[in-house]
């Protein structure tokens, strides 16, 4: 039986109490998670990542508490977070596109911040607008995203009544 102070004390770092109560993967994936958030705002000076971190805290503190309160959660049901990374399998297509989304919206957004944004501090644009000017960016972008997902959803909302009609 896990000592219930050594779980507390060990769920203040994400992934360490799962680690004490020996789920190592869900573990390891916890503090990368926790991890991948901080080195990219540091990296790209993006803060923009930083608000996930609560999330994952709250998420793998209350976790392992719940797991080292009940013995049969603990070694059998180390399941990772994230299965496809694990077990080196494709990721799924919903979560490949989610993914594919955020990579062109994190893309746009390194564009305009480091070369545009960059260009502006050059020419001694006042500090608010170019703020103002990086909001209406991120704003437009995700307006065009949620556009394009609900127009492809209407196409496949289209094509699933033609196979309802029998066409």
């Given at each position: 039986m896990k000592s219930k102070l050594w779980t507390f004390l060990f769920s203040l770092i994400p992934g360490a109490g799962h680690m004490y109560l020996g789920m190592m993967r869900r573990g390891v994936q916890l503090m990368a998670l926790f991890m991948l958030p901080?080195?990219?705002a540091g990296f790209f000076r993006l803060e923009l990542f930083l608000f996930i971190l609560p999330i994952i805290w709250f998420y793998s503190?209350?976790?392992a508490m719940n797991r080292g309160a009940s013995p049969e959660k603990r070694v059998d049901d180390d399941v990772p977070i994230v299965k496809w990374v694990i077990h080196n399998q494709a990721i799924p297509y919903k979560s490949s596109k989610l993914l594919a989304y955020g990579l062109i919206i994190f893309g746009g957004y390194l564009l305009f911040d480091r070369l545009f944004m960059?260009?502006?501090y050059y020419y001694q644009i006042p500090y608010h607008t170019r703020v103002n000017m990086q909001t209406a960016f991120l704003a437009v972008i995700f307006?065009?995203?949620g556009v394009f997902l609900l127009k492809g959803s209407k196409v496949k909302r289209e094509d699933e009544e033609k196979c309802d009609n029998g066409e």
């Open positions: 901080i080195m990219i503190f209350f976790d960059t260009s502006m307006i065009a995203g």
